[in-house]
C-alpha cells in the first residue's frame, strides 16, 4: 500500500520503518529540515521516498497525520484537499509543554481535525510510545501492544487495522470517530505512566480479552 506521511518524526518515522519493513511504500514530508527528510528516506531505504505535503497526499491511499497539535493547522493548510483520502491521525491535542491536553472529553482532535477536512475519512489510532517503534522490537513477551482505533467508516478502519498489524500492534476497535475523546486521554495517560511516572518507555497498553 502507498502511505503518505505528514510529519517524520518519532512517530511517523517510526511507522515508516514498520510499513515498508512490512512491503508498503511511503512519501514522508513535512520538516522544517528538507535535509533530514532525505537522511531519513535514505536510512528506511527502498521502500521511501520524500515529498512535499501536497505530494505526500496525491501519493498515498492512506495518509498519515502526525505532527504536533499546535503543528495540525500549517500541516493541513500545506496537505491541501484530503477528500476522498483515508486519513489516519495519530495526533494527539498534549499542551505544548506536555501538561495536559488541549482539548479533551468533551470533544477531540480526531474530531477537530476531521471537521476541518472535507470529504476524508478519518481514522485515529494512538500508536503505542513512540520510543518502542524504534525499538528492536515491539514484543514484550509472547504480547505486543494494544492500540485503540476509532473511526465511523467501517472498510477505512479496516485498513487502519491491518496498518497496525503490519506494524506489529494489536488493534482494538474503539467504536466510531467519537470515542476519541476517550482514546487521547488514555494515550495520554499511557505517555504519563511512561515517563512521568519514570518507568521509562517501554510500558505499553494491553487490553486483555476472553
Ligand atoms: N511520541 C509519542 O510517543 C506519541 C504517541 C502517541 C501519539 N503521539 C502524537 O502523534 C503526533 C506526532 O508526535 P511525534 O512525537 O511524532 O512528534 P515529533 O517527533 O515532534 O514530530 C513532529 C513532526 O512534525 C514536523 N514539523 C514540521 N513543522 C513543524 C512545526 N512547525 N512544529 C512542530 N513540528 C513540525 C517535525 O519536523 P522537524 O522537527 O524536522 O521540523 C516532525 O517531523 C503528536 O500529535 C503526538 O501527540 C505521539
Not at 528538507?34 to 515529498?51: C, Q, S, T
Not at 489516519?88 to 479533551?104: T, Y
Amino acid at each position: 500500500m502507498k502511505i503518505g506521511i505528514v510529519g517524520a518524526g518519532s512517530v511517523g518515522s517510526g511507522l515508516g520503518k514498520l510499513w515498508t519493513a512490512a512491503g508498503h511504500q511511503v512519501l514522508l514530508s513535512y520538516s522544517r529540515n528538507v535535509h533530514k527528510l532525505e537522511i531519513l528516506a535514505g536510512e528506511i531505504g527502498p521502500g521511501a521516498n520524500v515529498g512535499t505535503p501536497r505530494e505526500a497526499v496525491e501519493f498515498g491511499e492512506v495518509v498519515l497525520l502526525a505532527v504536533p497539535w499546535q503543528a495540525v493547522t500549517d500541516a493541513l493548510a500545506q496537505a491541501g484537499s484530503l477528500a476522498g483520502k483515508l486519513l489516519f491521525s495519530s495526533v494527539n491535542a498534549l499542551k505544548s509543554d506536555f501538561s495536559g491536553l488541549d482539548i479533551g472529553t468533551t470533544t477531540s482532535a480526531a474530531e477537530w481535525i476531521a471537521e476541518r477536512t472535507p470529504g476524508a475519512t478519518v481514522v485515529e489510532a494512538l500508536p503505542v510510545n513512540a520510543e518502542l517503534l524504534h525499538s528492536p522490537s515491539l514484543r514484550f513477551g509472547t504480547q505486543v501492544p494494544s492500540v485503540f482505533y476509532c473511526g465511523d467508516d467501517a472498510n477505512a478502519k479496516a485498513t487502519v487495522a491491518r496498518l497496525l498489524t503490519d506494524a506489529g500492534m494489536d488493534p482494538i476497535d474503539a467504536g466510531p470517530l467519537v470515542r476519541a475523546r476517550l482514546v487521547e486521554p488514555a494515550g495520554f495517560l499511557v505517555a504519563q505512566v511512561g515517563y512521568g511516572l519514570g518507568v521509562g518507555p517501554n510500558v505499553a497498553l494491553k487490553l486483555l480479552r476472553r
